[in-house]
């Protein structure tokens, strides 16, 4: 039986620490009993592909890490198997429901949420996603309030399979806690938030709260500025990859203003069944329109710093947490469509429509 090759040719960034190799087939890993450990296994007696194919799918590529300055992370084995990954980043401070977002996104990809667009998605790694599944889609279907982000994670939060007329990409998602943006420079030399110099496109959260300036339920204080935008911004335009990154901007927890014009207007209304890239547009509008009216500059930097962008409102849960839990039921509202926006502008859904999202006219500009 002819051994698999050991060098594939195909060369990937790491979306984890952004060191450059060789992909390769010879050295698989699977996870060990030992919660965090992996152990290689050796497929070479396997001699049905079909069968070898299989079990490939529960394996993973471990990266060489050749700059010596990450912990030991893996990669799914089929990552390199379709289209060119997409790695989307989620910004945004603590408290902003980054986590609530991330997972009612997920939730309604898995519901089939993206079919009306003509694209399907699943999980890819799939040991990932049934953690995730654990700690936070399981957790949603009972009505729990999720955690926060913890501190210190570098690798992504999950990995789906979208496939359009187009082809077959992986998604990769990243989120960090809202502090861990912060250290940047505070002697990690950025590491916890490496990820950004990798993204294909970014979705900065923010919520009335924080926007408006005004108190919420977690503090007495008010919040003025935002740091994390700030930093992540000016991260970005020092290495220059400010104006070629798309990016959506998304005013979470928008229910707490469903009766406040324009946001009663949108937050109410069914997702779009097609790519519609005047609606899109028209909602960005008022989204900047509301965030203008109440001086919410800091809020609005990502659309005065990158080319392309959305601007929208959504609430990943619907309604607020009493006692940790959602009394009256986790209700995700336009959760897909920053998502939707972001797959139009990073050539996942592709054609006319496609092509006009994100796009300002320079009166606007």
């Keep these: 039986m002819t051994a698999p ?53 529960n394996c993973y590529q471990r990266c060489p890490n050749p700059s010596n300055d990450t912990e ?84 992504f939060t999950n990995v789906m399979i979208v496939t359009s007329s187009s082809g077959t990409r992986p998604v990769t998602f990243f989120d960090i806690s809202g502090e861990d943006f ?14 950004l110099i990798g993204v294909n496109a970014l979705l900065f959260v923010e919520t009335p709260e924080h926007a408006l300036g005004i108190r919420n339920r977690e503090s007495s204080e008010k919040v003025q500025g935002n740091a994390v935008f700030s930093q992540v911004i000016a991260r970005l335009e020092d290495l220059g990859m400010a104006r ?45 329109g509301f965030l203008l009216q109440h001086n919410a500059n800091s809020s609005l930097t990502p659309f005065h710093k990158f080319p392309l962008c959305t601007l929208h409102f959504t609430s990943a849960t619907g309604a607020e947490p009493i006692g940790q839990r959602f009394s009256r039921g986790v209700r995700p509202m336009r959760v897909l469509r920053p998502l939707v926006a972001l797959l139009a502008m990073t050539g996942v859904l592709t054609g006319p429509e496609a092509r006009e999202v994100g796009r300002w006219d320079a009166q606007t500009r």
């Design 5 to 57: 090759a050991a060098a594939t040719g195909k060369w990937i960034r790491c979306p984890v620490c952004l060191d450059e190799f060789e992909w390769r087939d010879d050295e698989l890993w699977v996870p060990a009993k030992e919660v965090g450990e992996y152990e290689k296994i050796d497929l070479s007696q396997v001699n049905n592909p079909v069968k070898r194919n299989d079990i490939r799918r």
């Design 72 to 155: 030991a992370h893996h990669l799914p084995a089929s990552y390199l198997d379709y289209d060119a990954p997409l790695v989307v980043g989620l910004v945004g401070r603590s408290g902003t429901g980054k986590t609530h977002l991330l997972a009612s996104m997920i939730a309604e990809l898995e519901k089939g949420g993206l079919q009306s667009y003509g694209l399907t998605a699943r999980a890819m790694d799939l040991m990932l996603h049934r953690r995730f599944q654990v700690e936070h889609l399981t957790r949603l279907q009972r009505d729990e309030e999720l955690g926060g982000t913890k501190h210190g994670i570098t690798g």
């Design 182 to 195: 912060l250290k940047q420079g505070d002697g990690d030399l950025g590491q916890r938030a490496r990820f």
């Design 244 to 288: 070629g990154t798309p990016a959506a901007v998304v005013l979470n927890k928008s229910d707490r203003l469903r009766y406040v014009p324009p946001v009663d207007r949108w937050i109410r209304k069914a997702d779009d069944q097609r790519l519609d890239a005047a609606s899109l547009l028209e909602e960005s509008r008022d989204v900047y």
